[in-house]
């Protein structure tokens, strides 16, 4: 990795407290405000902590134009918490899910903040026709925009790209739908959890071929939230913290027709970032609970190579084997995902992160993955195939 | 450089478009709701913090002192309405002088926490206790 030299010296040692969720629905009643509050409230109570312990707010929000806000992160802060304290919101497109959490783990490691309240919100519902109307401006506007496409378009591009470089089946891309789906059953949050088989998949609805309704995630509302603290509150808040051991952030450039769509190098970057900082050296022996993001079945399957959990184009051999299932060797997406959950993009990314830290807690309920966990990934993605965030936690 | 150095709009390469979503619909929420419809009643309802006793104006769902859940049931609000400031705008959005210049005002209620955007009859004055005229988004009052 050249050119690649993150600082991994840092002050304090962060661990997650507490995390909250909202339901994940296609369209919520309640303002986005209330959303984060709701999670950040619930986020607080795990912690056993109270707003005025807070030192500081981290907002991850997406685009404005979903919720139909500007200035997004400023009028969320109301009910995130942020009212006079220091409060910043980050965006990196898909990725800001994934983000938020790693802004608020340097607001801490850095010595700044003791103690952090990370609320992602997202809700997609107002946009109409179509909140996809959202990326219709994320392209060159001179070669690229006058095609109009959209971003289902460019991903189905993509999924075929990958399916031919290695040889890679729709019926084994399907079984990711039917994972996850079947893992959301199991999560009191999910939006479209489902028994579904993958002829189910493969019989629903061409959207833009490759990409049929059951390869791809919903639109949802949804908000999420997360306390940080420093090492030494956490031993004062919990017999059991979890421990953010790396993270690691890269964008690739925009030139998306310039690069191998076959892999995600975008987030090999990042990976190898937070593998190094964790000092993971083997990934697919080390880590033992994986949250790929994965708004469509084939993307799951191409993060756990980015992720070099899977050699390339070997995920989805790994994922007939049953390698990924919530009982199998590394549980991928136990929480059901994007695709069982929903996908309020900010939120859903945090709720990956949650998963995680639920999952290295022990508190997962039902969602909790058969074997003994200690190393546990949550990633996100974003923007034109360009940008990954990835956190590492343990127990 | 400056593009007009260069040539004009019609000689360059450009595209033109429009980058807005079609429209939004924004919910109000279960308070939300129960305050709009509180106006069509013609009662200003708060939402009272259980903790430390603030009513909000327009009412919400959660304290944002305490982070709490406000009180299930708004109450209505008596005290006195005021204007608390207020400007007199003479132009449109797009310039166009206004036949009759127009007053708008930050109205609040005694013992609440908040306010509300009015349009204003008779002559303004800070502090001036006012009437409302018309329950609704934007409220409508009169000087008293």
């Known amino acids: ?395 | 450089m400056a593009w007009e150095k260069r040539g004009t709009e019609g000689s360059l390469v450009t595209w033109y478009d429009n980058m807005e979503v079609e429209a939004y619909v924004y919910t109000a929420g279960p308070v939300g709701e129960a305050f709009i419809k509180g106006l069509n009643d013609k009662k200003i309802l708060g939402s009272r913090c259980p903790k430390c006793g603030r009513v909000y104006v327009p009412a919400r769902m959660y304290c944002e002192y305490c982070f709490i859940k406000t009180e299930d049931t708004l109450v209505e609000v008596k005290g006195r309405a005021y204007i608390y400031t207020y400007t007199t705008v003479y132009k449109d959005h797009y310039g166009n002088t206004l036949q009759t210049p127009l007053h708008i005002g930050l109205i609040k209620f005694e013992g609440v926490t908040g306010g509300l955007l009015a349009y204003i009859d008779g002559k303004p004055e800070i502090g001036k206790e006012v009437e409302i005229v018309s329950y609704g988004i934007p409220l409508k009052v009169k000087v008293k």
């Open chain 1, 1 to 395: 990795m050249s050119g690649m030299k993150p600082n991994i010296y840092f002050n304090k040692r962060v661990a997650v407290v507490g995390a909250g969720l909202t339901l994940f629905r296609r369209r919520i009643w309640e303002t986005p405000q209330e959303m984060s509050w709701e999670a950040a409230r619930k986020a607080l109570d795990e912690a056993g902590l109270e707003l005025k312990d807070i030192d500081c707010v981290v907002i991850g929000s997406a685009p404005d134009a979903f919720d139909g806000i500007h200035m997004k992160g400023e009028y969320l802060s109301h009910g995130a918490g942020g009212i006079r304290k220091m409060v910043s919101r980050v965006f990196v497109g898909g990725a800001t899910g994934v983000m938020t959490p790693i802004a608020g783990w340097y607001h801490v490691a850095s010595g700044l903040c003791s103690k952090v309240l990370v609320v992602a919100e997202e809700k997609m519902s107002p946009g109409r026709p179509h909140p996809q109307a959202v990326f219709k401006y994320i392209w060159d506007p001179i070669t690229e925009k006058p095609l109009n496409p959209n971003l289902i378009w460019i991903f189905a591009m993509e999924m075929h790209r990958y399916m031919k470089a290695y040889n890679i089946k729709k019926e084994d891309i399907a079984l990711v739908s039917v994972k996850n789906k079947n893992n959301a059953i199991d999560n009191p949050y999910a939006q479209i959890p489902a028994k579904i088989t993958v002829e189910d998949v493969l019989k629903s609805e061409v959207l833009v071929w490759p990409v049929q309704l059951l390869d791809i995630s919903p639109v949802s509302d949804g908000a999420a939230a997360m306390v940080l603290v420093g090492e030494d509150q956490a031993r004062q808040l919990t017999d059991t913290p979890v421990w953010i051991e790396g993270v690691g952030w890269t964008l690739d450039s925009t030139g998306w027709p310039g690069r191998d769509l076959a892999y995600p190098r975008y987030l090999e970057h990042a990976a190898r970032m937070a593998y190094k900082m964790a000092g993971i050296e083997r990934p697919y022996k080390e880590i033992d609970v994986v949250e790929p993001y994965d708004p469509f079945d084939y993307k799951e399957l191409h993060h756990l190579e980015g992720l070099m959990i899977a050699k390339r184009g070997e995920a989805p051999k790994l994922l007939k084997e049953g390698v990924f299932d919530r009982n199998g060797d590394i549980p991928s997406s136990p929480s059901g995902g994007l695709l069982g959950v929903g996908n309020p993009i900010a939120a859903a990314g945090l709720m990956k992160t949650i998963s995680i830290y639920w999952q290295l807690k022990g508190t997962a309920g039902k969602m909790q993955v058969k074997k003994p966990v200690h190393t546990g990934v949550a990633q996100a993605w974003g923007d034109l195939m360009q940008a990954s965030t990835v956190i590492v936690m343990r127990n």
